[in-house]
Every structure is written in structure tokens, then in C-alpha cells.
């Protein structure tokens, strides 16, 4: 199993400019979510998706839009990038059926907004 | 809302123990969590308890519950260089969808 994989792993763009990052896992997980991590911030939750067909706002969606394509994947777009996007991304999956039910998480992707 | 706090950074020799700190704040927190993120990298769970234990062992990691505080511990025994990371704490309460994270806490270990 290869987990959750993101794709990229790095990514720079000019302000206004539109990109999509992308998420996978393969352990059949039933909730995905996208967090922020930036300096001094910890990890800030963008968007989170229950389960299949289903999305909500975490604590900062603003600039931000994601898609459960199906139970794999869950993508996060980004519009029109701002410098304040600037930071860390991580995608998470959680199997959402009770005992300890981590969070596992995917390698992050690095972007930069000039 | 529900809250975790930690401190930001905890510094400590090769070989010495490290004790990381967390308090929370939802006192129907089912599991609760501690993560590694070393540089670089994604988070990886570290060990967990539930909230019906006061302690767990594993190897060299002690995690101490305190339910009436509302204060967890992560204890590193001989810590090593390798173990430089940071640190995040987080609670999980049943039927939420949403873990909540601290803000994570940077452990350097000097040789």
C-alpha cells in the first residue's frame, strides 16, 4: 500500500495564477482532509470531507475549493493564488469507523506564491 | 471550542529524557494522540491512548494521562539525536469527524 500520495511535491506560482493539488489513498478510508501548516501555526484545517460525496469548511477555506472526485481522491484548488497561500499542504485520510482511527497522513507539498 | 495547547520548542541533551507537554480542553475526549513530523516530512502517529488509561509503555515512550487536569505527557527515555522532531498532540473525541491538533512542539537534541 502506498498510503496517501501527493502530487506535487513542489510548487511555485505568480500571484493570480491557478493550480490544483492532489490527493490519493488506497486504504479505503472513508473521511480525507486538507490542512495548512506554517510556521509557529501548527496544522490548520482547510476543508475535510466525511465521506464520499461530501465536503465542509474547516477553520480557513477562504481562497480554497476541493472536490471528493471518489473515495480515493479529494483535490484542493486554489483559484487565484495569493502570497498569504504560501505554505505547507497536507492531505490526510482517517477510516472513520471508531477504535483509535488515526489520521495518516501524505508528504506534503510545498508551495510558494510570488 | 475545544482547545490543545503545547509549548513551542524543548531543547535537551543526548541520552537525557524528554518530557513533552499537553493540556486540552474537551473533557469527552476519546483518544488522544502523538504525532511525529520529522523535516521534510508528513506527520506520523506516534502512540495514542484512550482516555480510560492513565499511562501506556512502548519502548522507549511513556505517555501519562491526567483526566482531572486535563494534561497529557509524551516521556522520550535516552533520547537521541534522531528523535529531533516536532512533536503534535491532538484529541480526538467520538463521533467528530475533526481532530483537533496543538500547534506542535519543536524537540532539538543536542549530542
Known amino acids: 500500500n502506498a498510503g496517501v500520495t501527493q502530487t506535487p511535491k513542489f510548487q511555485v506560482l505568480k500571484t493570480g495564477q491557478s493550480m490544483t493539488l492532489q490527493c490519493a489513498q488506497d486504504?479505503?478510508?472513508?473521511?480525507m482532509y486538507w490542512y495548512r501548516q506554517d510556521p509557529g501555526m501548527g496544522l490548520r484545517l482547510i476543508y475535510y470531507?466525511?465521506?464520499?460525496?461530501?465536503?465542509d469548511k474547516g477553520e480557513v477555506p477562504n481562497g480554497y475549493n476541493v472536490s471528493r472526485l471518489n473515495k480515493r481522491e479529494f483535490s484542493l484548488r486554489l483559484e487565484s493564488a495569493a502570497p498569504s497561500q504560501t505554505s505547507v499542504y497536507f492531505c490526510?485520510?482517517?477510516?472513520?469507523?471508531?477504535?483509535?482511527?488515526?489520521?495518516?497522513f501524505g508528504p506534503g507539498t510545498r508551495l510558494t506564491v510570488l | 471550542g475545544e482547545d490543545v495547547e503545547q509549548s513551542l520548542f524543548l531543547s535537551v541533551r543526548e541520552g537525557d529524557s524528554s518530557v513533552i507537554n499537553c493540556t486540552y480542553t474537551?473533557?469527552?475526549?476519546?483518544?488522544l494522540y502523538w504525532y511525529k513530523q520529522e523535516p521534510g516530512a508528513g506527520l506520523q502517529l506516534l502512540t495514542y491512548?484512550?482516555?480510560?488509561?492513565d499511562m501506556k509503555q512502548d519502548q522507549r515512550l511513556t505517555v501519562l494521562l491526567n483526566k482531572k487536569d486535563k494534561h497529557l505527557s509524551l516521556r522520550i527515555a535516552d533520547t537521541q539525536t534522531g528523535d529531533s522532531a516536532i512533536y503534535f498532540c491532538a484529541e480526538w473525541t467520538g463521533g467528530s469527524y475533526i481532530p483537533t491538533f496543538g500547534r506542535g512542539t519543536s524537540l532539538i537534541v543536542h549530542p
Open positions: 490526510a485520510s482517517r477510516a472513520g469507523t471508531g477504535n483509535k482511527d488515526e489520521q495518516f
Open positions: 474537551d473533557s469527552s475526549s476519546t483518544y
Open positions: 470531507s466525511a465521506s464520499e460525496g461530501t465536503t
Open positions: 486504504m479505503n478510508h472513508n473521511s
Open positions: 491512548i484512550f482516555s480510560n488509561m
